[in-house]
């Protein structure tokens, strides 16, 4: 690819073809042809995608559509087969969740909810009722905009408040100590083994967890709303990685995805089967396109999703890019 000779000097030598200017979702293999790059396939229709997320392991994902909370799972042929677990949550907001020993914590800021695969010790949310012991009144950890789960206890974020649980007790929180206040609407809390990250008008760590021994800003500067994520690729701060409302990360059977969800409203694209960009004539580059390819395809063809659901493709490709 030449990007520095002007266009009516992209010729080669003895009639061997012209360089290529510039080429749009496609791959050039090491033996310099081209090939269309990968991008969506429809794994699962829906109508309102969105909340996407996974446990470390990748055993199975979840997502909200249309308000209600689905599990979905992929065999090994790569068929997809989706569960409900909850109704009645995302109708409005997001939908964040937190591992929880075996089970999987969620709220949408609105309402609480848990999901338990396995059976297990863990208590689910909604049973965890407000009591007295002693002079300390104990009540249930409310809905928030984002959740984790550290040290043994659940963290929400409610507003500018950072409220944590008892220890082991993730359901119930002290009321007259268990927060801790920030200076601006918390937007993400990532829970790592050291501590935690709570990112508001700036982010800020708190190192061995809640309640703070110590905090600091690292970052000048916070973050969106969205959900964390635990990649296996990496341990610690290294290990997390933000996923907005829109994605999941998944593994299965060794074979790391990404399944993307989209909404109707949001501005997802995807090329078309074979579209390309050449700025060079159409035979400049006849001699590497692959030989079911005509010239007339030789132009950027986009197209927004067809339609709602869960799409999934290899983890190394990378987005394709809008056209400006």
Known sequence: MDNRAPDFKLGLPEGAGHLLRDALNVDVTAQGSLKTRA?????????????????????????????????IDVD??????????????????????AEVNEAVYFTDGIRVGSYHP???????WLDSQPQVVGDVQFSQMPAGSSIAYQGG?????????LIYSEPFTPGLRDES??????PAPITCIAAVEAGVFVMADKTYFLAGGLPAQSMRAVLPYGALQQQVGVSARGHGRHGRRALDEHALASSQRGRTGRWSTCRPSTSLWRPRARAQRC???PTACAPSWPPSLNPP?????????PRPGLYERPSHEHQPRHPL
């Open 39 to 71: 991008g969506y396939a429809l794994a699962e229709q829906g109508l309102d995608c969105h909340s996407g997320w996974s446990p470390l392991d990748g055993s199975y994902g979840l997502y909200c559509d249309s308000g209600d909370i689905f599990r």
């Open 76 to 97: 090994a042929s790569g068929a997809t087969t989706r569960t409900q677990v909850a109704a009645g949550y995302g109708r409005v907001t997001p939908v964040v969740y």
């Open 118 to 124: 396995v059976p297990g010790p863990t208590p689910r």
């Open 153 to 161: 206890r659940l963290l929400v974020a409610v507003g500018s408040a």
């Open 177 to 182: 100590r268990g927060f801790e206040i920030f």
């Open 279 to 281: 700025t060079a004539r």
């Open 297 to 305: 395809a030789l132009r950027p063809e986009w197209a927004p999703m």
